[in-house]
């Protein structure tokens, strides 16, 4: 009988009564087909395989992460809690010992989802990925996490969340943002004043197939992360850059995103997109099992692989080989941000934030206190097309003295001031969540 | 007038039930070597003096089947696997005669890749030479498309006695459980088709004109006829008589722990709102799962006959039985010995039981009466601990739906009913918050539900409205449909086609209470429009008793 190396809990959660809209591709049977294949290969039955049923996600495991305006219950149905308590559920299994490694097939996604919530945007409303991260670090007492996103579309949300912590590294690659929504995940973003080199964008050509995926994880993932040296690898696990895939332009395989999960070597991956769910997900999907779980999976290949898989030209090859010195710069050698503040101060950035599933738009001022002791308050003014201004005060994990005050003078401020429909207080850590809405 | 013969591992018992109840019961001790005959003095001794012409039906349990299998004592099997891409196939050979065959089909049934017949025919050639005569024939997704497999059994037809495709055993997927159970069926077919041949004889010349069934671990019957060709259905169906046996004794409504304990085993099972809970997947034989459903059943190794032993001062007993209890003769004592110790029991020769345990305690520094109490505790624990883990198990079953998930459901007993040989002296041990039964009779419940079980069958349908397709693998239903084909036509269908199927197999009308339990519909998009529904349906005809024996 067939036994796994390492003990794996998959958390499975299809949400099959769950849509955007009945057309949209973030719908009820998305994962029907991947249920189907990992049921007829007997995933379940193989020794040391796992099936786990999911939390659900507490409204203080969202607010460790996200401000939610007005607040988590108008911008989070059921299904995201469910989905978000998936991933809760995979980081307990591994970090309490119950396995060696877990994967949360769970929809609906997250990774698009950024500190400030008005509503959806890029099919996601809050994020998986970081409400465990958070998760993690309140109960299990890590600090350093990486998250790696091998999703097609650039992590736009986990970047947002995580832009100042420098525990956190978060790599993300992505087709490039030139050519794909969100558009962004350029080079040059590489995480806030206190926080430089730890974000780490890897911009990929369209097309680009199994050997530039694994070249890119060999020459800059893997060296950044064994420098790094986090205690928990997460892999944002998006399978849309397969050649099949029907929103996106990549020509990646099941065989790669396995033999990528199996160098990468995560803790804990969490599904995000993917939507050839005939095509691609079954098989992607039942290579990341097999080799989180240790099991060969060369046998593992789609049916049509002989026929429309095609590797990359020269010309992506060598354009891959340039990024490298790039992306390894940006993390051994990253440039100082010309925008910080002088310690003591506030450095300011100003965004626009657009929600293309719900049709919002957000414009944001967000405050970052320079602190030589901690990673500085985090204030964000927010102004949404359905909300007038809110505001959101973050006292970060770690926060010392002077920014745990700085942060209630400021809330303080912010309610009296009576300019906020909502103000919202994080205080990690004293663990205080307060939410006062006019 | 209903009768029942449940042939167990040591035991054999049988019981006729009429409208007033048991009329006759009779055990016998099971000769291994001789079922056929140790079922024949059976069926003699419980029908003496009565009128043969009363008697309706026949329920027969069996172990001959699963010895077979677990002595394995099998017939030589040329098992045909065609898989696609996946797990490479080669984990899944079993027996020694296992071929691999390239051909693939997808999880929508498409074919992707056809079966290669030339290296089917170089094999089959193999296995004509080797003087393999009985086959099973598995290919991947064949309950989505049963083509290939029907491909290979063509080319077997010639050559062989019988052969068991895959897609008729069940309409779950499990490419391997899939071919583990088909190679299992074909391995038995010939000692029990020969077995069930002898008995619908003999019980023919007794003047018996009455339905033989046989018993399957899911708590119900197959008519004999039908299980011929389904030798492996009636695996493991021992613990299955007596859970059937329980709902005969006693009204259960509530969510129940079901205790059947014997000499060296403990079975327990659950029931949720009175109905005994079916394990969603099919039974394991050793370690080796199948597609044969079951109830959901835990076994230990704790039972009356469970030696107790000593080491560094920690009191165990099980999981070996070493022969019988001491009050019956036996040389180690037993956990029966300790009851009878401890007073709570008065089996057999209690003094021999006292003797026993004095002699325990000499060789080790514990006091007798601490070796007694410790054993029991020890028992009770283990049997606890487990009852703790299968509802833990249970009530974290995954779900896939948001309204499951929030609706979630647990289990919770709030009786435990014991049955079995040492019924009465567990009742006393196990006594705390929660309310104990032990029905009377319980030392025949087995063979109460053997008598008594109904017919169970489970089958699904699914439908590809685009590519206007339906099917119903495990009765061989492949049909054209519209493309408005809707969840209610497939419901409608469903149960019809099972209906018709079972009738013919001889299964009889009163039985045939089928119910739709899961059913679903989702809508295919291609790019942004519908391309058809993906409808599937589930039905049962759930475990039941022909009467109940409760006032
Ligand atoms: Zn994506
Ligand atoms: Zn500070």
Redesign the interface.
């Known amino acids: 009988?067939?036994k796994a190396k390492n003990r794996l809990g998959l958390i499975?959660?299809?949400?099959?009564?769950?849509a955007i809209s009945?057309?949209h591709p973030e719908?009820?049977?998305r994962l029907?087909?991947t249920?189907?294949?990992l049921?007829?290969?007997?995933i379940?039955?193989i020794?040391g395989i796992v099936?786990?049923?999911?939390d659900?996600a507490t409204e203080e495991d969202v607010m460790r992460s996200h401000s939610c305006f007005p607040d988590v219950k108008s911008v989070t149905?059921?299904?995201h809690m469910?989905s978000a308590g998936g991933a809760i559920r995979a980081a307990r299994a591994v970090l309490d010992g119950e396995v060696d490694k877990a994967f949360a097939l769970v929809r609906p996604p997250g990774h698009h989802s950024m500190k400030s919530v008005h509503g959806n945007r890029g099919f996601c409303n809050i994020n998986n990925e970081s409400i465990m991260l958070e998760y993690i670090r309140e109960k299990y007492n890590k600090r350093k996490i990486a998250i790696v996103d091998t999703d097609c579309h650039h992590g736009d949300g986990t970047q947002d969340i995580f832009w100042h912590d420098p525990d956190v590294l978060f790599i993300s690659l992505h087709q490039d943002g030139r050519t794909l929504y969100p558009g962004s995940g350029h080079l040059r973003e590489l995480g806030g004043p206190n926080a430089r080199g730890k974000t780490i964008n890897i911009p990929l050509p369209p097309n680009t197939s199994e050997e530039g995926f694994i070249y890119t994880i060999d020459k800059m993932v893997l060296p950044i992360l064994k420098d790094f040296k986090p205690e928990v690898i997460i892999n944002s696990a998006g399978q849309d850059n397969h050649y099949t895939d029907?929103i996106t332009n990549m020509n990646f395989t099941a065989h790669g995103y396995a033999l990528l999960n199996e160098k990468l070597n995560p803790h804990i991956a969490v599904l995000e997109g993917g939507y050839s769910i005939?095509g691609a997900l079954?098989?992607v999907n039942?290579g990341i099992v097999?080799a989180m779980a240790g099991?060969?999976y060369?046998?593992?290949?789609?049916?049509d692989y002989n026929k429309n898989y095609v590797p990359q030209s020269k010309d992506i090859t060598e354009y891959i080989k340039q990024l490298e010195e790039h992306v390894l710069n940006n993390y051994f050698n990253p440039a100082p941000d010309i925008e910080r503040a002088p310690v003591g101060e506030f450095t300011v950035r100003r965004k626009n934030i657009y929600y293309d599933t719900d049709g919002i738009q957000e414009s944001q001022q967000e405050h970052i206190l320079i602190c030589n002791d901690c990673r500085g308050v985090l204030m964000i003014e927010s102004t949404a097309s359905i909300n007038p201004p809110c505001i959101g005060i973050e006292i970060p994990v770690n926060g010392c003295k002077r920014c745990q005050e700085a942060g209630h003078k400021l809330f303080e401020q912010a309610v009296k001031s009576k300019e906020y429909m909502t103000v919202l207080l994080t205080d990690r850590v004293n663990k205080v969540y307060k939410n006062v809405t006019q | 007038m209903l009768l029942g013969i449940d042939v167990g591992g040591t035991h054999t018992d049988a019981v006729l039930i009429d409208k007033n109840g048991i009329k006759s019961t009779f055990k016998a001790k099971t000769d291994t070597k001789d079922l056929f005959n140790t079922i024949i003095t059976a069926l003699k001794e419980v029908i003496s003096g009565v009128n043969v012409k009363e008697i309706k039906n026949i329920n027969l349990s069996t172990t001959l089947s699963t010895n077979a299998i677990i002595e394995n004592k099998l017939e030589k099997t040329g098992l045909f696997i065609s898989s696609?891409?996946?797990?490479?196939?080669e984990?899944f050979k079993i027996g020694d005669n296992t071929y691999i065959i390239d051909g693939?089909i997808?999880?929508?049934g498409s074919e992707?890749?056809k079966l290669d017949t030339s290296a089917l025919e170089k094999d089959i050639k193999a296995c004509v030479k080797d003087g393999i005569k009985v086959f099973a024939a598995v290919t991947?997704?064949s309950t989505r498309n049963n083509m290939q497999e029907l491909q290979i059994s063509d080319s077997l037809k010639n050559n062989g006695d019988f052969i068991t495709m895959g897609h008729l055993l069940s309409s779950?997927?499990?490419?391997?459980?899939r071919a583990a159970t088909a190679y299992y069926n074909s391995a038995v077919w010939r000692i029990n088709s020969n077995f069930l041949i002898s008995v619908i004889d003999v019980v023919k010349k007794m003047g018996i004109n009455a339905p033989v069934n046989i018993l399957k671990a899911d708590g119900g019957t197959i008519p004999a006829e039908a299980s011929k060709s389904l030798a492996v259905e009636s695996i493991l169906s021992g613990t299955a008589a007596s859970v059937m046996g329980i709902t005969a004794l006693c009204k259960i409504t509530d969510d129940a722990v079901v205790l059947d304990i014997g000499g060296t085993t403990t079975d327990i099972a659950l029931f949720a709102s009175g109905v005994p809970l079916i394990e969603k997947?099919g039974i394991s034989i050793g370690?080796?799962?199948t597609l044969v459903r079951s109830l959901q059943n835990r076994s230990i190794g704790i039972g009356g006959d469970s030696v107790i032993s000593i080491t560094k001062g920690e009191v165990k007993v099980g999981p070996e039985r070493k022969g019988p209890s001491a009050a019956e003769g036996g040389t180690e004592p037993t956990l029966i010995d300790a009851m009878n110790f401890a007073g709570i029991t008065n089996h057999q020769n209690k003094e021999k039981s006292i003797e026993a345990i004095k002699s325990l305690s000499e060789k080790n520094k514990l006091s007798p009466s601490d070796i007694a109490s410790k054993s029991i505790d020890f028992a009770v624990k283990k049997i606890k601990d487990e009852i703790d883990r299968l509802l833990f198990d249970v009530n974290?079953?995954?779900?896939?739906?948001?309204?499951e998930?929030?609706q979630g459901r647990k289990i919770i007993p709030k009786k435990i009913y014991i049955i079995g040989g040492p019924a009465k002296a567990f009742e006393q041990v196990l006594k705390g918050d929660i309310k104990i039964i032990v029905p009377e009779n319980h030392g025949v419940a087995n063979a109460i539900g053997a008598t008594l079980a109904k017919t169970t069958f489970e089958s699904e349908l699914f439908s590809d409205t685009g590519k206007e397709k339906m099917m119903i693998p495990n009765i061989g239903i492949k049909e054209k449909v519209s493309q408005k084909y809707t969840l209610k036509d497939a419901e409608k269908d469903l149960i019809s086609y099972t209906r018709k199927y079972l009738e013919n197999l001889g299964y009889r009308d009163s039985d045939l209470n089928i119910e739709v339990v899961e059913s679903?519909s989702?809508?295919?998009?291609e790019?942004?429009?519908?391309s058809g529904n993906?409808i599937r349906v589930k039905c049962q005809i759930k475990p039941g008793v022909m009467m109940n024996l409760y006032k």
């Open positions: 009988m067939l499975f959660f299809p949400a099959y009564d769950w009945p057309t719908r009820e049977e029907l087909y249920q189907d294949q049921r007829e290969e007997g379940f039955d020794d099936e786990l049923k999911p659900i149905t059921e299904s469910i029907p005939q079954p098989y039942l097999l099991i060969d060369s046998s593992v290949k789609e049916p | 696609g891409p996946g797990i490479n196939p984990n693939s997808n999880h929508r992707i890749l991947k997704f779950q997927l499990s490419f391997p459980r997947d370690n080796i799962p974290q079953k995954p779900v896939y739906t948001v309204h998930m929030l679903s989702f809508r295919m998009i790019g942004f429009y519908s993906d």
